[in-house]
């Protein structure tokens, strides 16, 4: 790299410095009038109480479910888009992100009105007598993967659609004249190839759903707390500053933790393709 562009990267790397790894260092380790001995001893803590176990366990379950969905319903997706040579390939991607560009608050909320004991689900059910009364959709955890599932789901097609767009078309050519099928071509060929998209997917849809606050907030309440909705209670209503701490770094280890093993498992099927 010449010495110009490095310079160029300057600004941006002290802003990334003062802006966000300072400061979340801070608020991981050194909160206002606590120490990092007391963050340390309260993750010990939580780390051993039922409690914060059952919560911990809540949002890795969630996160993990809400993530495998949304890559087996956003990779083929992703990929009937970026093989697609119809003039309207670029609309159907448009339309498929077109979530992003809603509040998280908009979205969770029509899940509140379809999923209510009143709502159109609910409804449904009774109507076709499949039930007596409608049964209690809301406030629990397929509620909660429903609402994160819409939420993460355009992250994880236009992350699969940029990997699997940048994989030679030919390729698939050439496999299914050698006599490949379309899934074992898609199977052995694209995916191994799109193992950095799934990567970066995994990444962002499991960070996502592992601190998503509102959307768990919503759809579960009280009796489907996530660590999230707990770091808000610690930081907001009891102003206990180590269990915050104790709770942000646990949700932190666990994105990593999520991405190291999807980076190793994907390296590991390139290998073995």
Same mark, same amino acid.
Do not use: H, K
């Given at each position: 790299m010449s010495r110009k562009p490095a310079w160029l990267l300057l600004p941006g790397l002290v802003f990334i410095l003062l802006g966000f790894a300072i400061p979340s260092v801070a608020m991981l380790l050194a909160p206002p009038g606590v120490s990092t001995g007391d963050v340390f001893v309260r993750f010990?803590?939580?780390? @051993?109480? #039922?409690?914060?176990?059952? *919560?911990?366990?809540?949002t890795l379950g969630l996160g993990l479910i809400t993530t495998v969905t949304c890559l087996v319903l956003g990779f083929p997706i992703a990929y009937l888009l970026a093989r697609s040579t119809?003039?309207?390939?670029?609309?159907?991607?448009?339309? !498929? *992100?077109? %979530? +992003?560009?809603?509040?998280? /608050?908009?979205?969770?909320?029509?899940?509140?009105?379809?999923?209510?004991?009143?709502?159109? *689900?609910?409804?449904?059910? @009774?109507?076709?007598?499949?039930? %007596?009364? $409608? #049964?209690?959709?809301?406030?629990?955890?397929? !509620? /909660?993967?429903?609402?994160?599932?819409? +939420?993460?789901? %355009?992250?994880?097609?236009?992350?699969?659609?940029?990997?699997?767009?940048?994989?030679? #078309?030919?390729?698939?050519?050439?496999?299914?004249? +050698?006599? $490949?099928s379309r899934t074992r071509t898609l199977w052995t060929i694209v995916l191994p190839l799109s193992a #950095?998209?799934? /990567?970066?997917?995994?990444?962002?849809?499991?960070?996502?759903?592992a601190t998503a606050y509102t959307t768990p907030y919503l759809l579960g309440g009280s009796s489907q707390r996530m660590l999230a909705t707990e770091l808000y209670n610690y930081s907001n209503v009891t102003v206990d500053w180590a269990s915050a701490s104790a709770t942000a770094l646990i949700m932190t280890l666990l994105v990593f933790l999520v991405s190291g093993l999807s980076s190793l498992l994907s390296r590991g099927k390139s290998v073995q393709s």
């Open positions: 010990g803590e939580m780390l @051993t109480d #039922p409690y914060s176990l059952a *919560i911990i366990g809540r119809s003039r309207f390939a670029g609309m159907w991607l448009a339309l !498929a *992100i077109f %979530p +992003l560009l809603l509040s998280n /608050v908009v979205r969770t909320f029509g899940w509140i009105v379809l999923l209510g004991s009143q709502g159109a *689900i609910g409804q449904l059910i @009774t109507g076709l007598g499949l039930a %007596p009364e $409608a #049964p209690q959709l809301l406030y629990t955890e397929l !509620a /909660v993967v429903l609402g994160m599932t819409q +939420l993460f789901l %355009p992250l994880a097609i236009i992350s699969c659609y940029s990997a699997v767009a940048q994989v030679d #078309p030919g390729l698939d050519d050439a496999a299914r004249g +050698l006599g $490949a #950095p998209g799934l /990567v970066v997917a995994t990444t962002l849809v499991f960070a996502g759903a």
